[in-house]
């Protein structure tokens, strides 16, 4: 069954966001021959509908007031667009943005939101979407009984779409006033790849006994390739110090999806897996064979991170 599919679209540096195109992609696929439309708003934004792969009309307003995002703003752009596309599904990244719109949208629809999914199907013309439940324990999978369905997703749960952009573009009003008022922007700085965004994460826990025992890790990434892999720590490991939080993998922290989750020395609490358990595959490292982490795990290795660690660091090195 065709379904029109809008894609709530995000800028980075005035291109559409990497998950802005995997949720392109995305529609692509379930569309079956309706429409993929996507919303843009922010500086950049007319141009930026000729990059949105996949899309076959953009809904744009290069309105300045809408590059920090504020929610009371972006909502009646995006409703408009909804029905201006006559949209059934409207996906939306599990992101700042989609955090705070998509219940948002939901309630003003008066429809029904599926938050931080997987993945998003269509079973026999019926949309389903999949999210974790039980802290990333199991994963549940829902049907809407509204319409249109809203569903934010994770990164990295669909390839980027690649090819032309938009043909079609509609203007969309400017921002109106908002209430809210933001006074700053702190960026942290990181450097490397960012965990959310890296295909080879490495994880380190309590386990690993110091906060030294975190450079060890950074030379794994480095050996792995720094255009590649990128180091996160599980929330002992943080509270005790020994990494920043903003790299803390899982509940209360970010939530990754790469290729490859290298765990190392980390116990898999379910509060922990809540932030992993999306990754196309786990290797874990861990010296306790009952360790939980073993059970999300493709491979793991039981031994002392202290002797495996320097021993992938050099396979990885031969390449
Ligand atoms: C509300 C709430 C939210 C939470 N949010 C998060 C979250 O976002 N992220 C998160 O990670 N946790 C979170 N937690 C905490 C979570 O429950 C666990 O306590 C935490 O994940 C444990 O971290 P860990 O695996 O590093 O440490 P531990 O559970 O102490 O595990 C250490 C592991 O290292 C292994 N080990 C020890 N020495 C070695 C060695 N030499 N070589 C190899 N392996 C070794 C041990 O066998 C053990 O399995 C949350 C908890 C609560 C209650």
Request: proline content about 4%; overall charge negative; hydrophobic content about 45%.
């Amino acid at each position: 069954m065709p379904h029109n599919i809008l894609v709530v679209g995000e800028l980075d540096g005035g291109t559409p966001s990497s998950t802005t195109l995997e949720l392109l992609n995305g529609a692509q696929g379930l569309a079956g021959g309706g429409s993929v439309s996507v919303s843009l708003l922010g500086t950049g934004a007319s141009a930026a509908a000729a990059q949105a792969a996949g899309a076959s009309k953009a809904f744009v307003s290069d309105d300045a007031n809408y590059d920090t995002f504020r929610g009371e703003q972006w909502l009646p752009a995006v409703q408009a667009a909804v029905e201006q596309s006559g949209a059934d599904l409207v996906l939306m990244g599990q992101t700042t943005v989609g955090r705070e719109l998509g219940p948002r949208l939901a309630f003003r629809l008066n429809t029904a939101v599926a938050m931080d999914c997987v993945a998003v199907t269509d079973n026999g013309g019926t949309i389903e979407a999949t999210r974790p439940a039980y802290g990333g324990n199991a994963q549940a999978t829902y049907t809407f009984a509204t319409t249109p369905a809203v569903a934010t997703v994770r990164a990295k749960s669909f390839d980027p779409a690649t090819g032309g952009g938009a043909a079609e573009t509609v203007e969309l009003p400017a921002a109106g006033e908002s209430r809210v008022n933001v006074t700053g922007k702190e960026v942290t700085e990181s450097a490397g790849l960012a965990i959310t965004e890296a295909p080879i994460v490495v994880g380190g826990g309590r386990g690993l006994g110091a906060p030294e025992a975190f450079e060890d890790l950074k030379n794994l990434a480095a050996a792995i390739g720094t255009d590649k892999a990128a180091v996160g720590a599980s929330r002992a490991a943080v509270d005790l110090g020994w990494f920043p939080p903003s790299e803390q993998i899982g509940l209360t922290g970010k939530v990754v999806t790469p290729d490859l989750y290298i765990a190392v020395a980390i116990s898999g609490a379910s509060q922990h897996m809540a932030g992993c358990s999306g990754s196309k595959m786990i290797v874990a490292v861990n010296r306790d064979k009952d360790a939980n982490i073993f059970a999300f795990s493709k491979y793991g290795i039981v031994g002392d991170w202290k002797q495996v660690v320097p021993a992938l660091i050099e396979e990885f090195k031969k390449g």
